[in-house]
């Protein structure tokens, strides 16, 4: 299994290229089994979960192509893909593929909205929390789809087709909010949906459906409307750029200091988290090229973070900001709300040496002058980033294990922080 060797101290300068939102690209892809024709997306992360959703795609026979370099392509930009689900071969997503990505459960929608059929693993738990999908199900019975649950499996019919229904989801989910609007874009009738997900890549995904001919209202708001047309067709979109990926780095450089412009960030997707990282003591600018953050000698404020639905701080930041709270001058305060188990990175935080008490769903730290470098292991997708940005200020050698799980979320992230004078290698092992 490959490892990240990274020795602290170093000030981060230079400019990070931010790739395409990985959590607008799985779902954008998913949305191609709702049309015949080809959907093109440009702007596509190199990430390991987007790989396995291609071939996740392809047991249904969609073909995928990925355009290659072309004359003038800078190094390593992000790639075109070509999605044809013009024959959908079959409707089963089996427990073996569903089980390794959760979001391709979110098949069931287009598979029954084009198909009128479905058999979909149940996703099962991960390691920040039972990820249950009875939300998911319930919209999809709001739109007239007949669901029973077998051996695992979630078995969804819908012979006549899906027809327009009131979804009110008690809680604010984003799978939930894909899977309603993939089912209800070809549905008969209206449907609306209440109390809807206000993420930047719910937003970027009805636009994409809007120009493959969905009828959509609201998206980005609490309420979206969306009139069911016969069929949708295929169409060119670029991918938004990636907000937990630029939230990332702005904290790496908050807590080693220097000055770094994330190339191709937009403020306005995580307004929260730069405003939080302002009141750290981060100074913040947005250009016509991206996001600029420094921070220069002065210390790192403590701050208190609730983690909230967008607009709200992303829980998907939580352990980055975490790490980066490890060395403020006082204490800091995180509440997780959105997931039960995402504090798995606070025992691997202090081996490095940070102070951090749990009570609950809250997480007090106590900032310490100095980290220290040891071997960590990386649990989870974000977790195991914050680990990186705790080594980056850690004194001396730390070895991150298990880096599969930052390869599902981070492209090239030893290639991006060492171009900014980071000493960060990958072993290969
Ligand atoms: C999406 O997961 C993201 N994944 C997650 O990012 C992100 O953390 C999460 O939204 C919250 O923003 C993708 O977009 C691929 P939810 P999702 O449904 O849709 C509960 C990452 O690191 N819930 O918004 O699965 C659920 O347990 C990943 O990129 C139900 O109870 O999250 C949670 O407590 C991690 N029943 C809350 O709702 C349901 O049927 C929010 O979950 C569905 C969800």
């Known amino acids: 299994m490959d490892r990240i060797r990274i020795v602290g101290g170093k000030p981060l ?16 892809m998913i949305a191609s089994l709702l049309t015949r024709d080809t959907l093109i997306l440009d702007n596509v992360p190199r990430l390991a979960d987007v790989l396995l959703l291609q071939r996740i795609l392809s047991n249904h026979g969609v073909d995928i192509t990925i355009k290659g370099k072309r004359p003038g392509d800078v190094e390593h930009s992000n790639q075109t893909m070509h999605i044809s689900a013009a024959d959908i071969v079959d409707t089963t997503a089996p427990y073996e593929l569903v089980s390794k990505m959760r979001g391709s459960f979110w098949v069931l929608a287009p598979l029954v909205a084009r198909m009128g059929r479905a058999k979909v693993s149940m996703p099962g738990g991960c390691a920040i929390g039972t990820r249950p999908v009875d939300l998911l199900i319930m919209a999809m019975e709001r739109l007239g789809a007949k669901i029973e649950i077998d051996g695992g499996y979630v078995i969804a019919n819908a012979d006549n087709g899906l027809e327009g229904g009131e979804i009110e989801f008690p809680k604010v989910t984003v799978g939930g909010t894909h899977v309603a609007l993939m089912g209800a874009c070809l549905a008969s009738g209206t449907s609306v949906i209440e109390n809807a997900a206000r993420e930047p890549e719910i937003v970027d995904v009805a636009d994409c459906l809007i120009k493959m001919g969905a009828r959509i209202s609201g998206a980005g708001t609490s309420r979206i409307v969306v009139e069911g047309v016969a069929k949708l067709s295929g169409t060119r979109h670029s991918v938004l750029p990636d907000r937990i990926e630029t939230g990332t780095y702005a904290m790496a450089v908050a807590m080693t200091g220097g000055d770094v412009l994330l190339e191709g960030a937009r403020p306005e997707l995580l307004q929260n988290a730069l405003d939080v990282l302002s009141q750290a003591g981060a100074e913040i600018s947005a250009t016509n090229a991206g996001i600029r953050i420094a921070r220069n000698d002065a ?131």
């Open 13 to 28: 300068h230079g400019s990070i290229p931010i790739s395409g939102a990985k959590n607008a690209t799985l779902p954008l």
């Open 299 to 429: 210390g790192i404020r403590p701050v208190d973070v609730t983690t909230a639905p967008f607009p709200g701080f992303p829980t998907d930041l939580q352990a980055q900001l975490m790490a980066l709270m490890t060395r403020a001058r006082g204490t800091s305060r995180i509440t997780e709300t959105i997931f039960e188990n995402r504090f798995m990175h606070v025992q691997e935080l202090a081996r490095l040496g940070a102070h951090i008490h749990l009570d609950g769903q809250n997480a007090t730290i106590e900032g310490v002058d100095r980290l220290t470098g040891a071997p960590v292991m990386a649990t989870d997708l974000r977790a195991s980033v914050s680990l990186v940005i705790a080594a980056l200020a850690a004194e001396g050698e730390t070895m991150v294990n298990r880096v599969y799980h930052l390869d599902r979320g981070f492209e090239r992230l030893e290639d991006k922080l060492s171009r900014c004078g980071a000493t960060v290698e990958r072993i290969s092992g």
